[in-house]
């Protein structure tokens, strides 16, 4: 009684004490009190006590629940029986509510049937059970069908504690009590003082719908029986015919679950003559409006597969079509003519003589109400509909359509008139389609029938020309689509979002057509356009920008299909450009599309004459806006990089606009992400330079950020070990980005050589910094792999210098910087020496850093490049790190740190091990063997066991692939004595977590392995061992308390 009051308290603070931190003590207590023994019966009781208020109530039912799921093990087996009658009478107590309440008492039945088996419920199981309850207690009826429809969701809920194979007897008894399901469902419909009330038959159905996914979910190629699927039927047409008797909506409301599970009912075979006896049956019902009627011809199409040539006469696909004509468009109506034309959909033109009768209905219907798409008095949701029925037609019969007859060529034009129309909502309708044609007339595939090339290329070019008009109107009608709103800058941000993805939407459907036009022809399309528009523009400085920042946009989407030797339009535009005006989205655009057709200025005649202008427009956009800088700061990377060639005179010119840029004159407002671009521009045009030229231009291209540096430099030890990392990194950041583009090697190795008296001073005084160590560490290694060997002097400098350092900072971006090196040179016999004195100092030192789990949680940074690093010796330098002391040290580190909870640090832990597990399967490797064998095999056992321990419950079950991986390439590498360790680890776990037949698999999973099997076939027993380990804490506390030979984390059982 004491524990139950101090519950009660524990929620009254919990819900309304003034005190957040009292509120979160209490949380904090009740969380605890949940997982206790003690917590079944305070549950138990509060539940039962008629004086407990809703608060108790819930957490008490959420209690009781979570203890049967989870706990059920900690009670002893004479338990069942007690604890089933008392949610029996919970259930009975709570059929009126609190609904939540009695949700959390059917979850803890369904979850107490998933644990016991059937023979414990008496004959028939679960079902028969509750069948039972209901034929003695109607008035409880709620409660029961709310436990019979949560009843095949629990089959899949993983946080029921039960073993697999318990799981997949319990998944048997369900399907086996399906009929029985059924029956019961059938009976509660056959009383009238039940269906009359909405909310039952609606529990009816629910039911209904759940069992139905649950029979799919568990075995999806089953075929159902006859007899069950006619008792499925035969509740749904009660249903359906009883609350039509009611209200329309609400029979309407239930139709909707058929929608749910139609796919599931299409799998399935069923007879014709069945099929005719059920739309016999449903002909002959009374339905008294022509909306059930329309809901009901969607269940006669999707449901029973009636066909085409049937359902074209039918009296409700009549009066469905015939609705389109009513002054008031009903949503119904809508649905059930879009799910007609999906049942007509040709994916084939196979299909179409199935298909043509229901099709012939159709069409003609929805193609007369083409007049109203553009009709001003429509209501704008009418309009909406009737093009998605367009729309609709055109994604369903665009086979057909693309064949280019004349009745086809209605349609498209019809979805020219959608496209069209001013709201984008509506216009975009048709887009898929666009797309979609695009694909059947340009691909090869959509031809194979015709035979030969010639008769391919034949019928190819035909259809290209019949749609050749409606994809130039297709242009015309969307480039206009792009235009920024006049009141842009007044939009949010969500609305200007909306508008880009807008841009990118129509710039898809322009390449679309640029693929059925061609790009050039689709150019000239927009070209006009953007004539039309600057030829409005006058000397007024409110001229509107927008139609040619449009119509450039379109220009620039369309790029990458426009011949780079076009010659007749592409010069205009080129000529054109400077003669826009300086607005900041104009400019923008005007800037990307340079850059978009950069490879067409290098390879046109006329491109050199046209860049000094084009780059001048540039300029101008680095000093426009941010974005307009952005913009062009790309572009110029861009033209760099295909006219690479034709600039390498001008370069004087181009590090002018470098400086300019870099410097950070007022004027120019290109970011420091942005003067990467710029950086990497001159990069790629330098590298286009003789060697003799190259290392002075590099030198020039460095000196903007090499001047700031030794300036800060010879401001004293002072100044630099206190100036802000960004003051530096911005700096070092630039020439990584020159080491890594320019493909001069000796030039970088020359230039790195030269600054190590800048780079030395930031190493020593900056060591503690975090950013500017990988910012530098960066530049390094993008020296090293564009110099490789010709950087050996200053390499081993550098070496020198970050192990020193290490001793002290423990930067994990030495270790990357380490680990480029050891790729770079690991197999160059002069560098053995200063290469093993790195190893053995970087991996002596890390080892001693991280000596206890703690170490691996706090800086996951380190543990990462690590044994990154050590994977990387072992694939370019075994000579060295096997015959190297740190090896086994750093075996054992890894062993400390296996269960580290950092994603990334475990990966890299478990990779290694893998790695040296599986040094066997390379080539360099096998001499290093005996070495390896000599520091695992003392280990093994213990190894094993972590891994185990990993698997089970020390780690994540996200990481189980790695962690199988590397248990497996153990046993792969050491086979009968592997078998051994793992037989010696999974015997230390008691038969109360895991049975003898679970750790039996689970041996024999492990023995098909070492005995060659693939690892996708022993997958089942691992995963299944690891399920059973963590099914609830206690056993994943008892499992790992057996396993661990080191301090181990435990992942919190969710």
């Not at 006009?528 to 119509?551: I, M, Q, Y």
Request: aromatic letters at 8%; a negative charge.
């Amino acid at each position: 009684m004491e524990l139950q009051n101090t519950v009660k308290e524990a929620l009254s603070a919990l819900y309304h004490h003034p005190d957040d931190a009292v509120r979160m003590q209490a949380d904090r207590w009740l969380q605890d009190f949940q997982r206790t023994i003690d917590a079944w019966q305070v549950a138990d009781n509060l539940l039962h006590d008629p004086v407990s208020n809703q608060e108790t109530l819930i957490f008490c039912s959420q209690t009781l629940r979570s203890k049967v799921q989870r706990d059920f093990e900690e009670l002893p087996s004479e338990a069942f029986r007690p604890l089933r009658d008392s949610l029996n009478t919970l259930l009975k107590s709570f059929h009126k509510g609190p609904p939540k309440v009695r949700t959390q008492i059917s979850l803890a039945v369904a979850a107490l049937a998933v644990h016991v088996a059937a023979e414990d419920w008496g004959d028939g199981g679960i079902i028969n059970w509750i069948r039972e309850g209901m034929n003695f207690h109607p008035e409880f009826l709620p409660s029961f069908l709310e436990l019979l429809r949560v009843l095949p969701e629990e089959v899949l809920n993983y946080k029921i504690a039960v073993r697999p194979d318990r799981r997949r007897q319990f998944e048997n008894e369900l399907a086996s009590g399906m009929e029985m399901a059924l029956n019961v469902l059938t009976a509660c419909l056959n009383i009238n003082e039940l269906t009359e009330q909405k909310y039952v038959v609606s529990d009816i159905l629910s039911c209904m719908y759940y069992f139905m996914l649950f029979t799919f979910a568990v075995n999806p190629n089953s075929k159902m029986g006859d007899q069950v699927f006619q008792e499925l039927v035969a509740v749904y047409c009660i249903i359906i015919y009883k609350m039509s008797l009611n209200t329309v909506d609400s029979a309407t409301e239930m139709l909707s679950y058929f929608v749910a599970v139609k796919n599931q009912f299409l799998s399935n075979s069923m007879g014709l003559n069945y099929r005719r006896m059920i739309l016999t049956s449903l002909e002959n019902w009374e339905i008294r409006t022509c909306r059930l009627r329309l809901e009901l011809s969607w269940v006669y199409l999707i449901v029973f597969r009636i066909p085409a040539s049937t359902l074209a006469s039918h009296p409700l696909v009549v009066t469905a079509l015939s609705s389109l004509s009513a002054d008031i468009l009903s949503e119904a109506s809508v649905n059930v003519i879009s799910e007609l034309i999906h049942y007509t959909a040709v994916r084939n033109l196979g299909e179409v003589a199935s298909q043509m009768p229901l099709i012939q209905v159709i069409v003609p219907r929805v193609m007369s109400q083409k007049t109203q798409l553009l009709d001003p008095s429509k209501d704008e949701e009418d309009v909406k509909a009737i093009a998605r029925l367009f729309a609709d037609m055109g994604d369903a019969y665009v086979e057909l359509i693309a064949t280019g007859s004349d009745e086809s060529m209605l349609i498209v034009h019809a979805l020219l008139e959608v496209c069209s129309h001013p709201e984008f909502d509506i216009a975009s309708m048709t887009f898929n389609f666009w797309h979609n044609l695009q694909i059947i007339l340009t691909e090869r595939d959509s031809y194979v029938a015709y035979g030969n090339e010639a008769s391919i290329e034949a019928e190819r070019s035909c259809r290209l020309q019949v749609f050749r008009s409606s994809y130039e109107s297709l242009v015309s009608l969307t480039s206009v689509k792009v235009e920024y709103p006049q009141d842009y800058s007044e939009l949010s941000r969500e609305d200007q979002k909306d508008f880009k993805q807008t841009r990118y939407a129509v710039a898809d459907v322009l390449i679309d057509a640029a693929l059925v036009l061609g790009g050039d022809a689709t150019l000239r399309i927009l070209y006009v356009k953007l004539v039309e528009a600057v030829s409005c523009f006058g000397n007024n400085e409110h001229t509107d920008w927008r139609p040619a920042e449009a119509a450039l946009y379109g220009i620039r989407a369309i790029s990458d299909y426009v011949s780079v030797v076009e010659g007749e339009v592409m010069p205009q535009v080129m000529s054109l450009l400077p003669k826009l005006p300086h607005q900041p989205q104009l400019l923008q655009t005007v800037c990307l599309t340079i850059g978009a057709y950069s490879k067409w200025l290098d390879a046109a005649p006329s491109g050199l004459s046209f860049l000094p202008a084009l780059i001048d427009i540039l300029v101008s956009g680095m000093s426009m806006s941010e974005d307009s800088a952005a913009a062009a700061a790309l572009a110029f990377r861009h033209i760099c990089d295909y006219c690479k060639k034709k600039l390498r005179g001008s370069l004087d010119g181009l590090f002018q606009i470098y400086q300019r840029a870099v410097i950070g004159e007022t004027a120019f407002k290109v970011s420091a992400e942005d003067s990467l671009n710029l950086v990497e521009a001159l990069s790629m045009v330098i590298t286009e330079l003789p060697s003799e030229h190259a290392k002075k231009a590099l030198e020039a291209l460095c000196l903007p950020d090499v001047t700031p540096l030794q300036d800060i430099i010879n401001q004293g030890p002072l100044v630099l070990g206190q100036k802000p990392a960004r003051d530096l990194t911005v700096h070092i950041d630039r020439l990584a980005n020159i080491f890594r583009h320019v493909n001069h090697p000796e030039a970088v190795a020359d230039a790195v050589q030269r600054l190590w008296p800048i780079f030395k001073p930031i190493f020593d005084l900056r060591a503690w910094d975090m950013r500017s160590m990988e910012s530098l560490c960066r530049a390094c290694k993008n020296a090293v792999r564009t110099s490789k060997t010709l950087m050996g002097v200053t390499v081993g400098v550098m070496l020198e210098e970050i192990q020193g350092l290490y001793k002290q900072h423990h930067q994990p971006c030495f270790l990357y910087l380490s680990s480029e090196v050891i790729k770079m040179f690991g197999s160059d016999p002069s560098c053995t020496d200063y290469l093993k004195n790195l190893i053995e100092s970087l991996f002596s030192h890390t080892t001693c850093v991280l000596t206890k789990i703690q170490d691996f949680t706090s800086r996951p940074d380190i543990v990462d490049d690590c044994f990154l690093l050590a994977s990387r010796c072992i694939r370019y330098c075994p000579q060295l790190f096997f015959s190297s002391p740190v090896f086994p040290s750093l075996v054992d580190c890894s062993m400390i740190g296996i269960t580290v909870q950092h994603r990334e640090a475990s990966k890299s832990i478990l990779n290694f091990l893998s790695d040296v597990f599986d040094l066997a399967n390379s080539s360099q490797g096998k001499g290093y063997l005996s070495i390896r064998d000599s520091v695992i095999i003392p280990r093994g056992a213990i190894i094993t066991r972590l891994l185990i321990g990993a698997l089970t419950g020390a780690l994540p079950s996200s990481r189980l692939e790695t962690v199988t991986y590397a248990l497996l390439a153990l046993v792969r590498a050491y086979r009968v004595q592997a078998l051994e360790w793992a037989k010696e680890s999974i015997s230390l776990i008691p038969s109360t977590a895991v049975t003898e037949v679970e750790k039996s698999r689970f041996l024999k999973a492990l023995s098909d392995a070492a005995s060659g099997a693939a690892i996708n076939g022993v997958m089942i027993p691992i995963e299944e061992l690891s399920e059973v380990c963590r099914r609830n804490r206690s056993v994943q506390e008892i499992v790992q308390g057996a396993l661990r030979p080191y301090e181990l984390n435990i992942a919190p059982v969710s």
